[in-house]
T-cell receptor, first 111, second 115 residues
């Protein structure tokens, strides 16, 4: 079975802190994605990557950056956390042009 | 870019009754279609997918969906729901063109099964 793991299930940070969310997949997938999920808005794509060291902006990249130094790992970085970044963050991975497999999510609260 | 509409944000239904969750998408180009389920405090799990072939797709937990190209719809159905089906359901669409398979998601339908 494909396994996508995220470093934390729950995270509480203070405004202005730098936040790292880590995602690891074990199926050698080329593509990896970061979404945020908010009530009534569904899933919105923040960034995605289709290869090591490659990244592409999604629909809402402002305030975020990403890093993909190894194929299995995709990190989401909040350079200076703000309260409007309080959300559920979901990581996903996929093989080329197939369905995405999701991690359990990280619920981030910024105080 | 694709637009995915899930017409009902909340659907209450009694246990053992049938249910249909509606999904429409915007583009007429060739697409891949997916339904995902999310249980409380969990990530998304794939229920079923349409890539090609038969327009009636069967998934896990007794769910099925029908792809209707002329109506650009992919409605999800189950003939008899259980309490354990209470969850949020997301429809997603990917365009079958070259490039990474970005998914466009609907805003979700919360299914509540009433005992």
């Amino acid at each position: 079975d494909v396994k996508v793991t995220q470093s934390s299930r729950y995270l509480v940070k203070r405004t202005g802190e730098k936040v790292f969310l880590e995602c690891v997949q074990d199926m050698d997938h080329e593509n990896m994605f970061w979404y945020r999920q908010d009530p009534g808005l569904g899933l919105r794509l923040i960034y995605f990557s289709y290869d090591v060291k490659m990244k592409e902006k999604g629909d809402i990249p402002e305030g975020y950056s990403v890093s993909r130094e190894k194929k299995e790992r995709f990190s989401l970085i909040l350079e200076s956390a703000s309260t409007n970044q309080t959300s559920m963050y979901l990581c996903a991975s996929s093989a080329w042009r197939y369905e995405q497999f999701f991690g359990p999510g990280t619920r981030l609260t910024v105080l | 870019a694709q637009s995915v509409t899930q017409l009902d944000s909340q659907v209450p239904v009694f246990e053992e009754a049938p249910v249909e969750l509606r999904c429409n998408y915007s583009s007429s180009v060739s697409v891949y279609l997916f339904w995902y389920v999310q249980y409380p405090n969990q990530g998304l799990q794939l229920l079923l997918k349409y890539l090609s072939g038969s327009t009636l797709v069967k998934g896990i937990n007794g769910f099925e969906a029908e792809f209707n190209k002329s109506q650009t719809s992919f409605h999800l159905r189950k003939p008899s729901v259980h309490i354990s089906d209470t969850a949020e359901y997301f429809c997603a669409v990917s365009e079958s063109v070259a490039g990474a398979n970005n998914l466009f998601f609907g805003t979700g339908t919360r299914l509540t099964v009433i005992p």
